[in-house]
């Protein structure tokens, strides 16, 4: 059966992402895996050391290439249309796999905004990977002190409950696809996977 590459009016089972789309899937994927990763470990190292200032470092870099990213995959898709469902999926089943991917669409844009957003309320620089000076949100230019922590504090609470909601739904989307994999056997997988 021939394999149909990509997007503009795929049909059938076999349609598959184009190379843009996998690429954008991955980076973002990969990103976002490895923020998590720094997220949940880099209090352990105590917020002044330099092991936990590194990895802080190093988690707004990684995120704010991940908005990037994420800012290209959108415009992506709104110029490709969402590939159809495989055959035979139930309705509940269809509405949970766009629901999923609408909110993952939701969340890799306003998680790391919500990150920048904070982090634009510390005195500190926002420099990306030490090569240049990330620009910061101008709200809060004259604040007074205890004002800018508030709201600074207010955006953390927002970036990490969000932050968790991204982790619920990873595990959801990964389990969907072992079950398409393993149990459905349909071959959704190597529609995003470029050497299936
Ligand atoms: C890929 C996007 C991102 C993901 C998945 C992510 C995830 C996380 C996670 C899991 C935590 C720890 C949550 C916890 O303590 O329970 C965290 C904390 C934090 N993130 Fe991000 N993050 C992202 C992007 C960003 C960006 C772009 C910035 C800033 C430029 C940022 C700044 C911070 C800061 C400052 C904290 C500590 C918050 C606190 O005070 O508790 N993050 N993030």
Redesign the pocket.
Known sequence: MTTISLGRAPQGAQARYDAVAMTLHWL?AA??L???A???T??DFGHGSPIGLAF?AL??????T??AV?ALRVLWRLINPFLPPPPGLSAPLRLAARTTHVLFYVL?IA??????L???G?PAP?SWFGLFD?PKFWFYDGMAPPDRHHL??NF?RV??T???V??GLIALHVLAALYHQFIRRDRLLARMIPWL
């Open positions: 973002i990103g976002i490895l923020n998590i720094l997220g949940l880099m209090s802080l988690h707004k870099s990684v995120g704010l991940v908005l994420s890799i998680t790391p905004l919500a990150g920048w904070l982090s634009s510390a926002l990330w600074a504090e953390a970036h990490v969000l932050a968790w991204m982790i």
